[in-house]
Each structure stands twice: as C-alpha cells, then as structure tokens.
C-alpha cells in the first residue's frame, strides 16, 4: 500500500535526477511511490529515471511536452495513488 507519492518535475536536471532518486531510495519507510514526470525535457533526464525506474517498481516516470513546473506537478498529481502526496 503507498503512504505517500512523491511528485517529481524534471527539466533538463541530467545533473541531480540520480542523486535525487538515491536519496529517495535511502529512505527508511518502504511504502512509497515516485512519480517522475519528464516536461520535456532535451537531456538525458528522463534516461536516467527511466533507468530507475526499471529495476524498482515504486518509481514511475511520465513524459509530457514542456508546459512548465506546474503543468507537470498537476499531472503527476493525477497519477498519485495515495492521499499524502507532497
């Protein structure tokens, strides 16, 4: 059962989506999900989380045209499965 979601825009962040993601993984609670939503980004972003993404089922990743930091929030919101979503 997921507690909490974790929305996460990405724009071109090749830079700190990996550490992001680790620190995410670090935590103790379990019952979790990310949802990475890729805003179209031109860099290897959503490579990166894609590569996540694969080898732990918790992590989701979305790809939508650029819109901006709320337009990707919004729709990461909407694929949340739990009712705390930060």
């Known amino acids: 059962m997921v507690k909490i979601s974790v ?3 990405m724009y071109n962040v090749e830079d700190f989506v990996g ?4 620190s995410i993984l670090s935590q103790t609670m379990e019952e979790w ?3 990475c939503v890729n805003d179209g980004s ?5 490579q990166i ?3 996540y993404a694969g080898k732990d089922r918790r992590i989701k990743v979305i790809h939508k045209e650029n819109g901006g930091l709320s337009s990707a929030r919004n729709l990461g919101m909407e694929y949340a499965k739990d009712d705390s979503s930060t």
């Open 42 to 46: 031109r860099d290897r972003s959503p």
């Open 33 to 35: 999900e990310l949802i």
């Open 49 to 51: 989380a894609e590569e």
């Open 7 to 9: 929305i996460m825009p």
């Open 19 to 22: 550490e992001c993601i680790e």
